[in-house]
């Protein structure tokens, strides 16, 4: 590692391999490729690329000492190798290298926004100095990333006519998440689930949030009608103009449409003589449809999840899916009410926020949990799953 050091070597993140592999995928189009200065300026300036909106430039500029000596140092037709995670991961054959505003940068990133935690995060990764010129990525294990030749694959199986992908955070996945799935799945024949990091992962990581999914999507709903697109590590997609990359990509992907609730952050929705626009209607060519969807509540007189804009009984009758209210009940160590929830759903979070938290209950065996008369080794997760049995236990006398 050290020789590589010596020579002409970019030590990037897994963000910035992330939305390299995109573009090189082509699921970034019309952008195929690492933009040069004069590029830079023009969609900077424009927010367009080809005659298409695409919201910045696609560049690459690494911060630290040593990554910026090395691009400035760099000449047309250098062979520079990209390192991550102390492995080569790829190359870059120079074309060029320019200076670029750091500050600009991020503010176009973030939609305006250079202040916010996620902003300064993002500063930090981002040197005064890009680099331009022809990549190949080697990965020796490439990132999880859905592809069109996936896509394809899955439209021939299932003889799939129609696509349309849906932007979650599933923090947790809960009962609306369900029902919103199934929903689409009714009208369409194929469903493109993105699941986005958040700003705060410190709540509930990526790791839980993408596991829990997978489990609901192979258990409770129809599996081979979905695919789920790891969002994980690309800070690109964090700011206001992130959704016109996630249409963009759903675009790329075959996708006729893409699906956001009306209290999606990045939507940018606004009144203009009563009438309801949102960011796309400052778009140009991008033709993917944009559906929007009402706020699903659980209404306690109608016995099941509906449409705040379609039930007649009041807001007292509702309850809400407000994701920081269950996360704050999962983070007091509380199971939530299975209306909410899935049993499973939280007792793999729980298991997983409070590792060996049973240990501390030496009578907390066989003989007190429900079993089918065979002597079972419980794990944490199966622990909270014969509790909920308890919880639901009760006498008719």
Request: charged share 25%; aromatic share 8%; with cysteine.
């Amino acid at each position: 590692m050290e020789l590589l050091r010596k020579n002409n070597t970019l030590l990037i993140d897994k963000e910035a391999v992330y939305a390299l592999l995109l573009c090189q995928k082509g699921l970034l189009y019309p952008v195929t490729h690492l933009m040069n200065e004069s590029e830079m300026q023009e969609v900077d300036n424009t927010g367009l690329y080809k005659n298409q909106s695409f919201p910045f430039s696609f560049i690459l500029a690494p911060s630290g000492k040593r990554n910026q000596e090395v691009i400035q140092k760099a000449k047309t037709g250098d062979v520079i190798l990209l390192i991550c995670e102390n492995k080569i991961c790829g190359k870059l054959i120079t074309q060029s290298t320019f200076a670029i505003n750091k500050q600009e940068r991020v503010s176009k990133i973030m939609g305006g926004d250079i202040y916010s935690q996620k902003a300064q995060n993002i500063a930090q990764r981002i040197g005064n100095y890009a680099i331009c010129g022809e990549y190949e990525l080697t990965l020796e294990e490439m990132p999880n990333l859905l592809s069109k030749e996936k896509i394809l694959q899955a439209k021939k199986r299932i003889k799939a006519r129609h696509i349309t992908s849906i932007v979650v955070e599933a923090s947790p996945i809960t009962r609306i998440h369900e029902r919103i799935f199934r929903s689409i799945l009714e009208d369409l024949d194929l469903l493109v689930i993105f699941l986005v990091c958040k700003d705060n992962e410190e709540l509930l990581d990526y790791k839980i949030r993408l596991e829990c999914l997978e489990y609901v999507v192979q258990n409770y709903l129809p599996k081979e009608r979905i695919l789920i697109f790891p969002f994980e590590d690309i800070y690109l997609f964090a700011g206001s103009h992130g959704i016109i990359l996630e249409a963009i990509l759903s675009q790329n992907l075959g996708c006729e449409r893409i699906v956001v609730g009306e209290n999606y952050p990045k939507l940018a929705l606004y009144y203009d003589n009563q009438k309801l626009y949102s960011i796309f209607d400052t778009t140009k060519d991008i033709k993917i449809k944009i559906k929007m969807l009402n706020e699903l509540v659980y209404c306690n007189e109608c016995k099941t999840i509906v449409s705040v804009k379609t039930c007649p009984h009041g807001k007292h009758h509702h309850i809400s899916y407000h994701s920081n209210f269950i996360r704050n009940i999962l983070l007091a160590g509380l199971i939530p009410p299975p209306i909410l929830l899935r049993k499973e759903v939280s007792a793999k979070t729980l298991s997983y926020l409070f590792p060996n938290r049973f240990k501390k209950i030496p009578c907390l065996d066989f003989s007190i949990l429900p079993n089918d008369g065979i002597l079972e080794e419980y794990n944490e997760e199966k622990i909270y799953l014969k509790l909920l049995e308890l919880y639901q236990t009760f006498s008719l006398n």
